[in-house]
């Protein structure tokens, strides 16, 4: 399987090999990584409860770290979300709306940090999803890595000309601001043209043919569907709890 590398880094996100959660079948983390994902249509009083059992279940599987990295990256747009639905509508719906993006970066921490994009790609080839497009996904979630990486570049790039300061007051962290902004534009230029070529080098060599086989093959076993089956009846007790 093909893979991005830069500096020799490949994920924006590491595997956590010490996570119990790593020997799973991908099919079985993605299946319940969605089901995880649909406890955001619960109400507020529920919501609550849920993300707690989350939480013990994440601190279990040696992932609590990682949940946390991934809220502090949202930490600008949680607040921001939060104080705007407060102050337009209502202190539950802030509540909602921000209890429903942690658990969305904790569903994202527990799946990504324990599961390969190479093992994403044989999941959904193995539930029939034509290569081409398992491909295009897995060359997409790698490639948020390097837009990253282009990103840093750049804004180092530009505070060793001067351009980037640091701010003192309003103004300055007004043009700060539209600075960083502008510097979106190139990273998302040369981070496109970067995966652009990844994809006609990996075609050229044929990672597109019907005929290509696996030399590794994804099995179910009996921890998975207790792991499966564990998830789903707690999702159960969540929804037809009164």
Same mark, same amino acid.
């Given at each position: 399987?093909?893979?991005?590398?830069?500096?020799?880094?490949?994920?924006?996100?590491? =595997?956590?090999?010490?996570?119990?959660?790593?020997? &799973? /079948?991908?099919?079985?983390?993605?299946?319940?990584?969605?089901?995880?994902?649909?406890?955001?249509?619960?109400?507020?009083?529920?919501?609550?409860?849920?993300?707690? @059992?989350?939480?013990?279940?994440?601190?279990?599987?040696?992932?609590?770290?990682?949940?946390?990295?991934?809220?502090?990256?949202?930490?600008?747009?949680?607040?921001? &979300?939060? #104080?705007? /639905?407060?102050?337009?509508?209502?202190?539950?719906?802030?509540?909602?709306?921000?209890?429903?993006?942690?658990?969305?970066?904790? @569903?994202?921490?527990?799946?990504?940090?324990?599961?390969?994009?190479?093992?994403?790609?044989?999941?959904? !080839?193995? &539930?029939?999803?034509?290569?081409?497009?398992?491909?295009?996904?897995?060359?997409?979630?790698?490639?948020?890595?390097?837009?990253? !990486?282009?990103?840093?570049?750049?804004?180092?790039?530009?505070?060793?000309?001067?351009?980037? #300061?640091?701010? /003192?007051?309003?103004?300055? &962290?007004?043009?700060? @601001?539209?600075?960083?902004?502008?510097?979106? #534009?190139?990273?998302?230029?040369?981070?496109?043209?970067?995966?652009?070529?990844?994809?006609?080098?990996?075609?050229?060599?044929?990672?597109?043919?019907?005929?290509? @086989?696996?030399?590794?093959?994804?099995?179910?076993?009996?921890? /998975?569907?207790?792991?499966?089956?564990?998830? =789903?009846?707690?999702?159960?007790?969540?929804?037809?709890?009164?």
């Amino acid at each position: 399987m093909f893979n991005l590398s830069q500096k020799g880094k490949t994920r924006s996100i590491l =595997l956590n090999e010490a996570s119990p959660l790593r020997r &799973l /079948d991908p099919r079985s983390k993605l299946f319940v990584s969605i089901a995880l994902s649909l406890a955001v249509m619960l109400p507020l009083d529920k919501l609550i409860i849920f993300i707690g @059992v989350y939480i013990i279940f994440i601190a279990w599987a040696r992932l609590l770290l990682e949940m946390a990295r991934q809220t502090w990256r949202l930490r600008w747009i949680l607040l921001f &979300l939060f #104080v705007i /639905d407060w102050w337009l509508v209502s202190f539950e719906l802030a509540a909602v709306i921000t209890l429903r993006l942690i658990l969305l970066s904790g @569903v994202f921490a527990l799946f990504f940090s324990t599961t390969s994009t190479n093992e994403l790609s044989m999941a959904l !080839e193995s &539930l029939r999803i034509p290569y081409r497009f398992a491909f295009s996904i897995n060359l997409a979630f790698q490639s948020i890595g390097l837009l990253q !990486e282009e990103w840093q570049a750049i804004r180092e790039a530009q505070q060793s000309r001067g351009i980037l #300061v640091k701010f /003192d007051g309003i103004r300055q &962290l007004i043009k700060q @601001v539209n600075d960083l902004i502008a510097l979106t #534009v190139p990273a998302i230029v040369l981070a496109t043209r970067r995966a652009w070529a990844i994809t006609e080098a990996a075609y050229s060599r044929g990672f597109d043919s019907p005929q290509r @086989v696996s030399y590794y093959q994804l099995q179910m076993n009996w921890i /998975d569907w207790l792991f499966i089956g564990l998830i =789903l009846a707690i999702m159960l007790t969540f929804i037809f709890w009164r």
